[in-house]
Structure formats: structure tokens, C-alpha cells
């Protein structure tokens, strides 16, 4: 049974960081690319960053140079470091593998709001 359990969200400052961690089960970890996609109010659901079991990785446009994702393979879990936060990175964040299929399972996400 696959299982995603975020944390590390909270508010933040403008040009705040935060660092985001999410566990997962291992029949999802040990297979996939791992990904964090996040959704701010109003707005669909966009991938942010991914990185493949061989560490490559991508990063949308708008967090390159200021988000970095890594992952323990030892303990199925995927880190997102997020510096120099800006209000436009405010929603709620969560992981998943990459590229999702249709009927994935999602954790509850972790809130990020960035705000003085």
C-alpha cells in the first residue's frame, strides 16, 4: 500500500527557507522518480522538482537556484530545501513519484505560506 506523509511546511518570511521532508512507502520509493508538486490557492497542481533514483535532477523554471531537492534512498524519504521563499511560493506541497499515472495515492501535503 502506497504511503506519502509530508512535513516541514510552515510560514515563512519572504526570503525566508524551509526545509520540506516526505516519507514514503518503499514499493513507490524504491521505483520511481520522486517528485515535489505543490498547489497554491485557485491554481492546479504543477510539479516544482524531480529527482530520479540516480540523483538526476529537474527543476521547474521558477524555483531554479533556490529550491533543491535530494533524496535517502536508505530511508525512502525525498528532502526539498527551499531558500529565498517568495509569497508566490505559497501552497500546499506534496510528494508523489514521477510522472504520475492517474490513480495515485496522495499524502495530506504540507502547508508553505510565505508572508510578512
Known amino acids: 500500500q502506497v504511503q506519502l506523509v509530508e512535513s516541514g511546511g510552515g510560514l515563512v518570511q519572504p526570503g525566508g527557507s524551509l526545509r520540506l521532508s516526505c516519507a514514503a512507502s518503499a514499493s513507490i520509493f524504491e521505483v520511481y522518480t520522486m517528485g515535489w508538486y505543490r498547489q497554491a490557492p485557485g491554481k492546479p497542481r504543477e510539479m516544482v522538482a524531480r529527482?530520479?533514483?540516480?540523483?538526476?535532477?529537474v527543476y521547474a523554471d521558477s524555483v531554479k537556484g533556490r529550491f533543491t531537492i535530494s533524496r535517502d534512498n536508505a530511508k525512502n524519504t525525498v528532502y526539498l530545501q527551499m531558500n529565498s521563499l517568495k509569497p508566490e511560493d505559497t501552497g500546499v506541497y506534496y510528494c508523489?513519484?514521477?510522472?504520475?499515472?492517474?490513480?495515485?495515492?496522495w499524502g495530506q501535503g504540507t502547508q508553505v505560506t510565505v508572508s510578512s
Open positions: 508523489n513519484r514521477f510522472p504520475l499515472q492517474g490513480n495515485d495515492v
Open positions: 529527482i530520479a533514483r540516480d540523483n538526476w535532477r
